[in-house]
């Protein structure tokens, strides 16, 4: 799958991304399979938003994407690579992939404007000068640049999670992949992470996103797709996976998503 030029409908920018072709993906730890053949394309320039119930698959399946697991069978392209021939490159290919995880997974000693100079320089091997200006860049871009000298535990949560979006990003991606990167945080800033996103998607981003938050799914992706039990229960357009739904097993999981009155109740 090649990089093509890509334009978000509004968006200001042209970007080069790169697409997934994920086909028949099977991964088991022991006697449980967690992902039950999955088939999945990401056109360049999409944004794919993965929603379903805790142990589903979906974490797993992106984890997969950046071979932070192996399949145990199946096919995934990244961009121009076959992330599951035994002899891909793997260190090269996930220089195309940025992945921002639930923990922020900063380096406390280090300030903001460190952290997201640390692996340019020793991967990309850029210089410190070059590193620092595409930091500030982005840390500017995330809307933090204003806090490059500060350290981890002087910022908020959602700071944090926006520093590693920031970090991500001066690594020069063509896909970035969310792993629920609003759960950890407070309600209130929560919003300004999602902000983030937003923008990035507008700028015509690739980006699979793992994600329990369906007003930003259902504004944002291109696609949603519910998992359930190792498969993909229901794909398509937000507004119909979200707001119309075919199958019953989609419909049950936003009633309870959506329906602020329905509360389950533990028997002891």
Same mark, same amino acid.
């Given at each position: 799958m090649n990089d093509v030029e890509t334009t978000k409908p509004g968006g200001a920018q042209t970007v080069h991304a790169a697409g997934v072709s994920i086909k028949d993906l099977r991964k088991s730890y022991g006697s449980n399979e967690v992902l039950k053949g999955i088939s999945l394309e990401v056109k360049p320039g999409e944004v794919v938003c993965l929603i379903g119930p805790s142990g589903s698959g979906k974490s797993t399946l992106l984890r997969c994407v950046n071979l932070l697991e192996q399949p145990n069978q199946g096919a995934i392209h990244v961009g121009g690579f076959e992330a599951t021939d035994p002899d891909v490159d793997i260190?090269?290919?996930?220089?195309? %992939?940025?992945?921002?995880?639930?923990?922020? $997974?900063?380096?406390?000693?280090? #300030? %903001?404007?460190? $952290?997201?100079? %640390?692996?340019?320089?020793?991967?990309?091997?850029?210089?410190?000068?070059?590193? #620092?200006?595409?930091?500030?860049? $982005?840390? #500017?871009? %995330?809307g933090l640049g204003h806090l490059a000298k500060r350290f981890p535990d002087q910022l908020s949560g959602g700071q944090q999670q926006r520093v590693a979006i920031a970090r991500a990003l001066s690594m020069n991606p063509e896909l970035m992949l969310f792993d629920e990167p609003t759960s950890a945080l407070d309600p209130e800033t929560v919003g300004d992470v999602l902000a983030v996103?937003?923008?990035?998607?507008?700028?015509g981003m690739t980006m699979l996103v793992v994600t329990h938050e369906m007003a930003f799914a259902r504004e944002v992706a291109d696609r949603v797709v519910f998992m359930d039990g190792?498969?993909?229960?229901?794909?398509?357009?937000?507004?119909?996976?979200?707001?119309?739904?075919?199958?019953?097993?989609?419909?049950?999981?936003l009633r309870r998503v959506l329906d602020p009155t329905h509360i389950e109740v533990a028997e002891d």
């Open positions: 260190d090269k290919m996930r220089r195309k %992939v940025g992945m921002v995880f639930q923990q922020f $997974n900063l380096f406390p000693h280090l #300030d %903001v404007l460190r $952290n997201c100079t %640390v692996a340019q320089t020793k991967v990309l091997k850029r210089s410190q000068a070059e590193a #620092d200006k595409i930091a500030q860049a $982005n840390l #500017d871009r %995330v996103m937003r923008k990035l998607a507008r700028e190792g498969v993909v229960v229901e794909e398509g357009v937000a507004e119909r996976v979200i707001g119309a739904p075919q199958q019953p097993r989609t419909q049950e999981f």
